[in-house]
């Protein structure tokens, strides 16, 4: 039985430059649009609808109005990627239909090299294909992307093709390792040396630089619990907090900085605040005396002495460690607040050196073994 023809026109938007007159096919199918894509027999009828120049077109005679009905319009619906960086080639897949092999691919006006013709997919949709290569040089910017066939016709993606700035790479992040305020229930991820004993860091809300605790050197242990703030500290003194192992692999800067308070005699008790690579020999600086107040301290652990820099080790060590010698007792000692260990990421890292002067005396000490 014969089938009323119907008037299609493909559902794709052509956007052209005001120019001279190009016509472009409406199909008038007795089976429907399927019949477009080869499916079966259809009887076709043409008609022309002027719509302007295509940009990118090759420069030719004008189409006549009374076309060949062999000829046939070409659609431009995708492509993959859709984006590149400035002075970045990258190789696309174009999709769409009519495609014929000999046709020329362009992004803007910029003409694609490599050009091979795909054919249609195996399966649905069964869009035709083009292969071609976009060029590094193109500005950043939104381009149509536009396929021109041998004969002539084309077809064209409005705004299909992306160009940007090339991305800087990721710049330098901090990262905080680890931070402890004593606010929080105590000892924390510290351990501290020796485990269990008389006189221990611990806890307390004597003195703080902030929040309403901090730790004190000789504040903890079966003794040192049971202290009056103000308590003096002992002879023969040796309390550790040690936290680690932590990694500085990608890191190229780190550090350690906390807030200390000291009372101790001048040039024999004192803190030291150091690192290690082992868990076993501890290398940094020391303070003894009177800060009268709080201070800030600071340990650059890509110079440290002995140890240069621990940027790029697998497993690092920081420990804080209180001392006393036999005579001499001073009110409280040490507390410390405040701490935060921190590390810069970089692909680049690199170790620092070993400082060649410190501005605080530096100290080696071998880590308190368990009793």
């Known amino acids: 039985m014969a089938t009323e023809p119907t008037d299609h026109f493909m559902g794709h938007t052509f956007e052209m430059e005001p120019a001279e007159t190009v ?5 008038r199918a007795s089976q429907g649009v399927p019949a477009l894509r080869g499916a079966g027999a259809a009887s076709f009828t043409w008609g022309w609808r002027a719509v302007g120049a295509l940009p990118c077109m090759p420069e030719g005679p004008e189409p006549t109005p009374e076309p060949s009905p062999t000829l046939s319009f070409r659609i431009v619906e995708s492509n993959e990627p859709s984006s590149t960086t400035v002075g970045t080639e990258v190789e696309v897949v174009i999709y769409g239909y009519f495609f014929e092999a000999g046709a020329s691919p362009c992004v803007g006006c910029a003409l694609l090299s490599d ?10 949709p069964h869009r035709w294909r083009i292969q071609a290569r976009v060029p590094g040089s193109l500005e950043s910017g939104i381009y149509d992307v536009t396929v021109v066939n041998p004969d002539g016709l084309s077809g064209v993606l409005t705004d299909g093709f992306m160009v940007s700035e090339e991305e800087p790479p990721p710049g330098p992040e901090t990262v905080t390792i680890f931070q402890d305020g004593f606010e929080g229930g105590s000892p924390g991820d510290w351990e501290r040396i020796p485990a269990e004993d008389e006189y221990l860091w611990g806890k307390r809300d ?19 619990d049971t202290l009056d703030c103000g308590s003096n500290y002992m002879d023969d003194a040796e309390t550790w907090m040690v936290y680690g192992p932590f990694s500085l692999t990608d890191a190229s800067v780190a550090e ?14 004192g803190l ?24 800030s301290k600071t340990v650059d652990l890509t110079a440290v002495p002995t140890l240069g820099g621990l940027t790029g080790e697998e497993e690092v060590w920081i420990g804080l460690v209180f001392s006393s010698d036999g005579s ?33 005396p530096s100290i080696t000490r071998t880590r308190r073994r368990r009793p």
């Not at 004597?206 to 079966?222: I, K, Q």
């Open 256 to 269: 350690l900085t906390f807030q200390m308070w000291l009372n101790t005699e001048q040039d024999y008790d």
């Open 272 to 295: 030291s605040w150091t690192a290690s690579i082992h868990g076993n020999q501890f290398y940094g600086y020391v303070s003894k005396g009177n800060t009268a107040g709080w201070t």
């Open 328 to 360: 001499i007792d001073y009110s409280e000692g040490v507390y410390v607040d405040d701490v935060v260990l921190t590390k810069t990421t970089s692909p680049l890292a690199t170790a620092g050196e070993v400082p060649s002067g410190t501005r605080e």
């Open 206 to 224: 004597c003195r703080a630089s902030a929040g309403s605790y901090s730790a004190w050197a000789v504040g903890g242990g079966t003794v040192g």
């Open 23 to 27: 016509y472009l096919p409406i199909v």
């Open 115 to 124: 050009v091979e013709y795909l054919g249609p997919e195996i399966s649905p």
